[in-house]
């Protein structure tokens, strides 16, 4: 037998469905507008994890550039930025990069000081196939960033032969600063050194595996105290090439200094004048 409902209970029956409904929309808005992603390619990458250790990043504010298609996989131009926000008393203090499919995922680690001035750097790497290139930012106070990017690679950077007759590791090294720096201005800052950074899976003419021969670090200074350092790996293109920036505090002196494997090393000095 059917009875009737009161009017009142039906239109308080709709209120209250309205009302869970609302909720769930909020709580699913939140979730969107939540910067960090529950699953992202540094989640499923070893090397990424063991930075990003327990915390699980934001994906506001880290910046990743890099071409969609590349047709050249041995000199890959890439530039990752930070443009979030950070407490006044805070900065991006390391940057690593990573390819998914590389033989070896990591690319680079960039460790920045406030005399860096700007979280921004440019480099070209080498790809080995299609895949993710993804970065990670650390901040000084334990805030990370997280970002990744696809790239199609028509010939492997990892495999292809070097042509020609090759430089002298470590030699003519360039650095091209500005001639004067305003303080608290950052200033890009340019640098190129001639170096195979062999990978040690290429073959010679021969079919003989070329040893493994790399940059692994690259040291600024000024004044001497360190404004920006850079660990490398063979996912660098040869004669590796960095665009950093420096906000020097003072006048004074800088010294580049680049490291290889066998315990070379090079150096560049250069005056730091006022504007």
């Not at 010679?204 to 660990?231: K, Q, W, Y």
Request: with cysteine.
């Amino acid at each position: 037998m059917h009875v009737a409902r009161p009017a009142h209970y039906d239109a308080a029956r709709r209120r209250l469905l309205r009302g869970i409904a609302a909720a769930v929309a909020a709580i699913s808005l939140a979730g969107l507008a939540t910067p960090a992603l529950a699953e992202g390619p540094w989640q499923r990458l070893e090397a990424a994890r063991s930075v990003l250790g327990d915390t699980e990043p934001s994906t506001q504010g880290l910046v990743l550039d890099l071409p969609h298609v590349s047709e050249d996989g041995a000199s890959v131009a890439l530039t990752v930025g930070f443009d979030g926000e950070l407490a006044d008393d805070d900065h991006i203090s390391r940057i690593d990069l990573f390819a998914t499919a590389n033989p070896s995922p990591e690319i680079a680690t960039f460790h920045l000081t406030p005399l860096s001035g700007k979280a921004e750097i440019s480099t070209r790497v080498r790809l080995n196939e299609t895949q993710q290139v993804i970065a990670i930012a650390t901040s000084h106070q334990g805030e990370r960033f997280a970002t990744a990017r696809e790239v199609r690679i028509t010939v492997s950077g990892c495999l292809m032969r070097n042509g020609g007759d090759q430089p002298e590791p470590l030699s003519n090294p360039r650095v091209s600063i500005p001639s004067s720096f305003t303080p608290g201005q950052p200033e890009a800052v340019r640098t190129l050194i001639n170096h195979p950074m062999e990978t040690g899976l290429r073959e010679d003419t021969n079919g003989e595996i070329v040893p493994r021969h790399i940059v692994e670090r690259f040291t600024v200074r000024l004044n001497g105290s360190t404004a920006f350092e850079a660990e490398l790996h063979q996912s660098i293109s040869a004669s590796p090439y960095l665009l950093f920036y420096l906000s020097p505090e003072e006048e004074g002196e800088a010294v580049f200094e680049w490291q290889d494997d066998t315990g070379a090393s090079a150096t560049h000095e250069a005056s730091i004048k006022a504007g």
